[in-house]
């Protein structure tokens, strides 16, 4: 069927078998090219461009001013001599690894919380997503400012409610300050998650579910027979953001932890930030940020085909 | 309709690509007034506001005042600089002039520094950071010394004499230990207070008290750390034992810098190291000692901080520019303007001015600019400050931690030294 139509719009001369094209066709040719080119320059020069000066970057001794020098593989041998890349690559894992479950867990119990329509969901859809509209850097403010010890009120309620007998120290020990960034994000996240999955439950029919619970299906069975599984994709989206998302986490430990205490929560990104404009290693940066790129793209590639 | 649409995007992409292309509309005309860019960090916001303020006022030349957070300060020169982007003249904390000067970031004014009558008296630690290879390139701008503040109130309450001040550094632990036993029971007064998650506050307050007992915390060149040394290992071990016998405020150990002045003006601490430049925060009706910050036996010393300044390496309003810079230096602006307002004078001859005969604890600032140190290191930064530097995780060891680690942290000191 394909092969005819083919033949047939050949036949219908959209495109002649021999000679030049006709005018009409050159026209509607340029004018593809021209409705593509905004987004081609724009692709171009703010993302292109970057990514060969970076790769470029990272083949020199590139200083602040002044001409830059072919170095390579200099700036790549150097990675694994750092030893705060390192730690930081182990640590961004971990951190990766636990947000990723624990969000993933928190936005499909929201997400079925808040599915069926009925008096109220809509305010707690609201709610749930509210923190979302946060920027990064105000929430990292905002938690510092909660959990402070000297004056944030969550030490003085928790006290008072009698959880706890003196202040926590937030932010004061290597795994504090994990957990706490952690539960920032998943304040800042889970309503976000939470959107994306209910998108995919209500592209569920509703008729599969109708015909599950006719043929007996239990609660248990419908979500492990049916919902999971239908929502396969959606789940896989909302992993592949986060897992990303994750791997390139810089604004809450920057902003909260400030890498601390004692580096227990520097991550890659912040590795790479220091490396640039603290020590003004631009060329030893731009090859740390190469080598997260090709890692990126590789597990990203991998979690697509597994999940597909 | 088609070819109407394919028109409207060719003419955008052409708008765009001109708009990109664009000079920016930055040019000056030759001969008549220049308004010159200049960037300073908030630390030093009040004190460059007010000289540029009163530049304006009464030049024909004209300053445009950008102030960046402190935090962010060094990374948006380092952006700017890569993008050739930078303003016609810049402030920077004194200690990274070493760094800025190495990557050409300043213009060399040797020769107009040479020029001015004055320039004998200028700060001379501002002045030997901003040299290299025997060229000059800044000048000094602000200066913040770290002084021990004392609250006589609470000095009188714990039955200490509200006019005598410590004199060592163990005195300084004895003065902070009876307020703690005798007043700080409750938890709303503490003997003492410091940054003990903040690299740029433990050599701000505690390197002061080495060199006040002759020691030395580099070499010269700034390339080998001498932090693991009795002279400074000494000094850990009295602040180590202030935290350890709970004298120290509750949050001392996590604070990483931002808040770490903030609970001496609120009445809550005994005695502490902080900047000068706090002398002006204070409340008014507040009873208040400042004295030079002493070693563990005695002498005396302090770390003359504060900010250098400098044209910009990129900047085509040079002669401009200079004629801003070489004005904040003149009489009339550090009398009138940083005097007037209790800062300290980037100029050691006018140490004794007017303003400063009213306020002995001014005077005392002013005179310790010339006793005082700024230790030189091209790798000063990445080293000392960065939260993720070597030498925070050295002194955290030694204050909070297991200090059998400060010989192998010191040797990671020196190799970021010499990086």
């Not at chain 1, 021999?18 to 171009?44: E, F, N």
């Not at chain 1, 932890?257 to 912040?270: A, E, I, K, R, Y």
């Not at chain 2, 760094?99 to 200028?122: E, H, W």
């Amino acid at each position: 069927m394909t092969v005819t139509s083919m033949r047939s719009g050949t036949r219908s001369g959209r495109r002649p078998a021999h000679g030049a094209p006709p005018a009409r066709w050159r026209s509607r040719k340029a004018q593809g090219w021209l409705y593509a080119a905004p987004t081609a320059v724009i692709v171009g020069v703010l993302f292109l461009a970057p990514l060969v000066l970076v790769v470029w970057m990272s083949l020199n001794r590139w200083p602040l001013l002044g001409p830059a020098r072919f170095n390579a593989p200099g700036n790549y041998l150097r990675i694994a001599d750092n030893a705060l890349f390192v730690d930081a690559v182990s640590f961004t894992l971990k951190y990766t690894a636990i947000t990723t479950v624990l969000l993933s867990a928190v936005a499909l119990g929201l997400a079925l919380l808040v599915q069926e329509r009925g008096p109220g969901i809509g305010f707690f859809r609201t709610a749930f997503f509210l923190p979302g509209a946060v920027g990064f850097a105000a929430a990292g403010l905002l938690f510092y400012g909660m959990l402070n010890n000297d004056f944030g009120p969550i030490d003085p309620m928790l006290q008072a409610l009698g959880i706890t007998s003196e202040p926590v120290k937030w932010i004061g020990t290597p795994d504090m300050a994990l957990f706490s960034t952690i539960a920032l994000v998943l304040w800042r996240f889970a309503g976000f998650n939470m959107l994306i999955l209910l998108t995919g439950l209500q592209a569920i029919p509703v008729e599969v579910y109708e015909a599950a619970r006719s043929d007996g299906a239990g609660r248990r069975q419908i979500f492990t027979k049916i919902t999971l599984p239908l929502l396969r994709p959606t789940l896989a989206l909302m992993l592949i953001l986060s897992v990303t998302g994750s791997l390139l986490a810089f604004d809450q430990f920057f902003v909260f932890t400030n890498g601390g205490p004692d580096n227990s929560t520097v991550s890659m990104v912040m590795v790479i930030y220091r490396a640039a404009f603290f020590r003004f290693d631009l060329g030893g940066a731009a090859a740390m940020s190469v080598v997260l790129l090709v890692a990126l793209v590789g597990l990203n590639t991998l979690m697509m085909r597994r999940l597909r | 309709m088609r070819r109407r649409l394919a028109g409207i995007s060719l003419l955008g992409v052409l708008t765009l690509t001109a708009a990109a292309c664009g000079s920016g509309g930055g040019s000056q005309p030759a001969d008549g007034p220049v308004t010159i860019t200049m960037w300073t960090r908030a630390a030093t916001q009040a004190q460059s506001e007010r000289l540029v303020k009163a530049y304006n006022s009464s030049h024909k030349n004209q300053v445009k005042l950008t102030v960046i957070p402190t935090d962010n300060y060094q990374p948006r020169i380092a952006a700017a600089a890569g993008a050739k982007q930078l303003p016609d003249v810049f402030a920077a904390d004194v200690i990274f002039v070493p760094n800025y000067t190495s990557q050409g970031l300043f213009m060399d004014v040797t020769d107009r520094i040479a020029a001015l009558p004055y320039k004998d008296a200028l700060a001379p630690s501002h002045m030997k950071l901003g040299t290299l290879d025997g060229r000059q390139y800044t000048l000094p701008h602000t200066l913040d010394l770290s002084v021990w503040f004392w609250n006589k109130d609470l000095y009188t309450k714990a039955g200490l004499d509200p006019e005598k001040g410590p004199t060592t550094l163990k005195e300084f632990a004895e003065h902070a230990t009876t307020i703690q036993d005798k007043l700080g029971k409750y938890g709303e007064v503490h003997g003492t207070f410091f940054g003990g998650n903040c690299g740029g506050c433990y050599v701000f307050t505690f390197w002061p008290s080495v060199w006040a007992a002759g020691g030395q915390v580099m070499n010269p060149e700034g390339t080998t750390s001498l932090n693991d040394q009795p002279a400074m290992t000494e000094v850990f071990k009295i602040y180590r034992e202030l935290y350890e016998n709970k004298v120290t405020g509750p949050t001392t150990k996590e604070e990483q810098g931002p808040t770490w002045t903030g609970f001496f003006p609120k009445g809550e601490i005994g005695v502490m190291p902080m900047p000068s430049t706090m002398l002006g925060l204070m409340p008014e009706d507040m009873k208040i000692g400042v004295t030079a910050i002493a070693g563990p036996d005695g002498g005396e010393s302090t770390f003359v901080g504060g900010d250098s300044i400098g044209v910009s390496a990129t900047s085509e309003h040079a002669d401009a520019a200079w004629e801003f810079l070489s004005w904040t230096v003149s009489d009339e602006a550090q009398v009138e303007i940083m005097a007037k307002n209790k800062d300290v004078v980037a100029r050691t001859d006018l140490a004794g001015n007017t303003y400063s005969a009213e306020d002995p604890h001014v005077e005392l600032i002013n005179s310790l600019v010339a006793r005082g140190q700024t230790p030189y290191a091209l790798r000063f930064g990445q080293t000392f400050n960065d939260p993720q530097g070597p030498w925070l995780r050295l002194a955290r060891e030694a204050v909070f931690g297991d200090a059998s680690k400060i010989p192998q942290l010191n040797a990671e000191i020196t190799k970021s030294l010499q990086q």
